[in-house]
């Protein structure tokens, strides 16, 4: 197993969250597509780095995989983040308003944006570093998707199924507000 060391994402890993984003064999969210958009929202990113073996007498680091993390905090931060976080939350990730609602009321939780990790383990140890940071962690997500078993397995409860109309597939969905709590 690789030894990930997780850090916050920077404008230089921009191109990185893309091409990840190319590979990937789940559904991803269009914005993680488009290095313009990406780029926004970096500040908002957590990426797993491992140590590459050397090639031609060079030791290089990689990125190997990244979280979109969103802090309820961050909607107290400044002139437009209050609108900046729902809006994202409702119109991007067709979260529902009651939910919106809670996640910001409450401090110290994160909201899981997106996750973009390939299957090396770097999604475990992204969200052990976030178990660390945060009180609670949600996750919106379809009850049908690959992932849903992971996040159970990692100790998330999920609440009640809502079916809705999904932009995306142009169908309808069945998703479920996962939450993990520090104990």
Known sequence: M??????????DDTDKVVELSQDYEEFLMPYTFNPFVVRKY?????VAEE????????????????????????SREGEGSFEKLSNFLLYVKQVPPDVIVDFLRTKNIAFI??????????????LEEMKKEYEEIWCWMSVVGPSYKSY??????????????????????????GKWRKE
């Open 2 to 11: 690789t030894d990930w060391k997780v850090r916050k994402a920077n404008i």
């Open 42 to 46: 970096i500040d908002q990113f957590v």
């Open 51 to 74: 140590r590459l073996e050397p090639t031609e007498g060079i030791v290089g680091v990689g990125v190997g995989g990244t979280l979109h993390v969103i802090p309820s905090d961050e």
């Open 113 to 126: 944006g997106q996750v973009i990790c390939p299957g090396k383990g770097s999604f475990y140890s992204i």
């Open 152 to 177: 159970k397995r990692y100790g998330f409860e999920f609440g009640e199924e809502r079916t809705f109309w999904n932009i995306y597939k142009r169908d309808y969905s069945t998703f479920t507000l």
